[in-house]
């Protein structure tokens, strides 16, 4: 169908050339291969353009001021990336012998001329780019349409010193359609394990670069892909289990037409003989479209190892059962009781393999397996309360020893004593007074009594107009006592002396 | 979210593959599974592990079993499976087990507690005890009081020794064999030969070298030969 329209379009323009268009004097031209494509499979699409050579040679006018070989413009970004498809990196038209220089897009490159076209009694010099795209989803994937312009003129005159100046320019152009292309999925049958991604035909070989070593020594193993094909895009084998070999690394180097993996490699025994065949699988999309397995030819190796001088533990499958029953199910000698710790175990049925997977549930379970502690969590809930509990100890033990000291509750109990003793019916103030003194300051009740009451006030820190006062006090209530007459101070007077000193000589202590 | 949501069904879907593979008895397509699931991090890595311990051993490849017994021993400490499973390979491969102590009896036990709700027991322990030191002079309860805080104290720092101090790296021989050099140079004099599944504690490692140190002294095997526990 594309072609059909090709054609008319073709038709169209040797019949009815329309000035302006460019019809007449160029054609461009995208296309591929084919229209369906696998996933992955190389599409190259080419991009030609055809100009009419004596025409372009006599009328063509210059685009821009860039000294190029052809005077023209192909607009085309879906070069720059079509959705759904990765493009390569370099346009293909490059290392040619026979190319021109023009604009594409927005900038010069190169076209190679391909056969000339001749249409009608017209000659067509043709050019020819092309890129190649890698596909990278199923589905439908539309190349948009490309415009090449150009520019030319019918008459010139010839300016001594501007030469030759188009007086009618004429700006034209030609389009091509487009297209859409179908990539179809890889099938899910027949895909082999080996498969990981190459799509195309490709080539593989294994080289070593020592074939006789010693164990544990190292060396490169070296595969090469070549072909045609996603040569770049595929994974390649890791050999992390290679029966025999410990995998140091690996390093890959791609060109345009291989891929190098070099392996770091170390056989493990001496038992190792060759490097086995490698297989690698691809899918060829050309018909009958399948996958395909290759595999590398085996390397022989010479492994050197030390002679064996302990016993090699027994391969798998081959063990003294009775031996290993006693040594297991012992519970004398093992501390490690498998009878009594298997839940659920039969005394008879004693087991003697593997238990099974941990299956999904368990997984999930041991999503929230360990966690950890925080040190501000350990800090507050084994340290923090260490303080608080020293602090109320050290609390309790002072008051303890307070409530021990005879002085102490002397001194603590002298104002409610001096209260019962002055708040009965017939008070002996004196007494009292003399009391409360000697409770507060420590001494027997008989001693306050003399001249030195106040000095001992004084130094047990009450102030100096105080310990007088209390020191007078003392001595008139003593007087009224022995002399028969009244106290000349009432009982509030005295109580309201006894708080001042009671006050003072705790704040002293509490000083203390 | 949406990631984190396909990621999970993406783990699902791999688990659900390799424990149906392990039941066919494609034992290598299945280990290949599990270690996609373990290397893609989604999933709880412990049983991830186990099930690759089973997987080798499985395929015969005992050391290597030994060597995911021991790492999911970590994450999953007192799993009696898991403990069976180890004891039964290492038996199997030659490997002398040493029988449990009374105090590996104990953090074993300790160490089947998830940390958080470990130090929260112990806190309640020491609380008890900080009270009833408080409250009792003499006699029995205060005896016991002191225990409690001395029981709480003793768990609190093996908490703490495990959590953030934990000691000594070991790792498993997964080669057949391998010779103990006095450095790291294959040309050194060889002082002892270690056979697979044996595991050794690790003093010192380099990109291809790992110094060991056990009863013997110790020296320098090749890394490759061996699989770090952690």
């Known amino acids: 169908m594309r072609h059909l329209c090709r054609f008319l379009g073709l038709l169209v323009f040797l019949i009815l050339p329309s000035e302006g268009s460019g019809e007449e004097y160029a054609f461009l031209e995208v296309d591929t291969v084919q229209d369906a494509y696998f996933v992955q499979e190389p599409v190259r699409v080419r991009v030609r353009f055809g100009l009419d050579a004596e025409f ?47 604009v594409l897009n927005d900038g010069p490159t190169v076209a190679r001329r391909i056969d000339d076209r001749r ?33 030319f003129a019918t008459k010139f005159a010839d300016d001594f010193l501007n030469g030759r100046r188009p007086l009618d320019r004429k700006d034209a152009s030609v389009s091509d359609a487009g297209m859409s292309l179908t990539i179809h999925p890889l099938p899910d049958s027949g895909r082999p394990s080996e498969f990981t991604g190459a799509v195309g035909r490709f080539f593989v070989q294994a080289d070593a670069s020592s074939t006789v070593l010693d164990v544990g020594e190292s060396f490169k193993l070296v595969l090469t892909f070549e072909g045609e094909g996603n040569l770049a895009f595929f994974e390649t084998p ?3 289990d290679l029966s025999g070999f410990h995998r140091y690394g690996k390093i890959e180097t791609k060109e345009a037409s291989k891929r190098t993996v070099t392996y770091d490699l170390a056989p493990l025994s001496g038992e ?78 004693v087991r003697r393999d593997i238990y099974d997977l941990k299956t999904g549930g368990e997984i999930a379970a041991g999503r ?55 708040g009965g019916p017939d008070p002996d103030l004196a007494r009292a007074f003399a009391e409360f003194l000697a409770d507060r300051l420590g001494d027997p009740a008989a001693a306050m009594i003399s001249k030195n009451l106040a000095a001992k006030l004084i130094a047990a820190g009450v102030s100096e107009e105080l310990a007088d006062r209390a020191s007078e006090q003392l001595g008139r209530l003593v007087d009224a006592r022995y002399g028969g007459d009244a106290p000349t101070s009432g009982i509030d007077t005295i109580g309201a002396m006894v708080g001042e000193l009671d006050a003072s000589l705790a704040e002293r202590e509490g000083e203390l | 979210m949406i990631g984190i949501l396909l990621g999970l069904i993406v783990g699902v879907t791999s688990i659900c593959d390799a424990e149906c593979d392990y039941r066919d008895g494609r034992f290598a397509e299945s280990r290949r599974q599990f270690e996609k699931v373990l290397s893609s991090g989604e999933e709880a890595s412990g049983p991830i592990l186990y099930n690759l311990g089973n997987c080798s051993y499985r395929l015969g490849r005992l050391a290597d079993s030994i ?24 038996k199997e491969i030659g490997l002398e087990v040493a029988s449990d102590s009374h105090l590996s009896a104990i953090e074993t036990m300790l160490a089947a507690f ?67 050099r006095a450095g790291p140079h294959p040309t050194l ?42």
């Open chain 1, 368 to 422: 929230a397996e360990r966690g950890g502690v925080s040190p501000v969590a350990f800090f507050l809930v084994i340290l923090a309360p260490w303080p608080f509990f020293a602090s109320f100890l050290i609390w309790r033990r002072g008051r303890s020893r307070g409530r021990m000291d005879p002085r102490r509750v002397r001194a603590l109990t002298a104002s409610s004593k001096f209260q019962e003793l002055a």
């Open chain 2, 67 to 90: 060597y995911y017994y021991r790492r999911a021993l970590i994450r999953l400490p007192g799993d009696r499976e898991l403990l069976f499973n180890l004891r039964l390979v290492e």
């Open chain 2, 114 to 180: 998830p940390p958080g709700r470990l130090l929260g027991l112990l806190g309640i322990l020491q609380a008890f005890g900080l009270i009833g030191l408080v409250f009792f002079r003499n006699g029995w309860a205060r005896t016991g009081s002191i225990s409690l805080v001395l029981i709480a104290l003793s768990g609190a720092l093996w908490l703490a020794r495990t959590e953030w101090f934990p000691g000594r790296i070991d790792a498993v021989v997964i080669a057949d064999s391998v010779e103990v």
């Open chain 1, 272 to 349: 190792v003989g060759e490097i086995p065949a490698i297989r690698f699988g691809f899918f060829d999309p050309r018909p009958p479209a399948a996958y395909q397995v290759i595999s590398t030819d085996p390397i022989p190796l010479t492994v050197t190892s030390l002679a064996g001088e302990f016993t090699d533990p027994p391969p798998h499958g081959e063990i003294d059962q009775s031996a290993l029953e006693s040594e297991l199910f012992s519970s004398e000698e093992d501390g490690f009781d498998l009878e009594e710790d298997i839940p659920s175990v039969e005394k008879e049925a």
């Open chain 1, 238 to 240: 890791e050999l992390m």
């Open chain 1, 56 to 102: 372009f040679k006599a009328s063509s006018i210059p685009l821009f001021h860039r000294r190029l070989d052809l005077s023209v413009q192909v607009l085309a970004p879906w070069l720059k990336g079509i959705d759904g498809m990765v493009r390569e990196g370099q346009l293909e038209s490059r290392g040619g012998r026979d190319t021109r220089t023009f």
């Open chain 2, 189 to 230: 004099a060889v002082t002892d030969r270690l056979k697979a599944g044996r595991t050794v504690a690790v003093a010192e490692m380099s990109d291809r070298w790992v110094r060991i140190a056990d009863e013997d002294g110790g020296g320098w095997i090749p890394r490759f030969c061996v699989g770090v526990v952690d």
């Open chain 1, 119 to 151: 249409i009608g009694d017209r000659v067509f010099e043709v050019y020819e780019i092309s890129r190649r795209f890698w596909p990278s989803e199923p589905g439908e994937v539309i190349i948009p349409e490309s415009t090449l312009c150009f520019a």
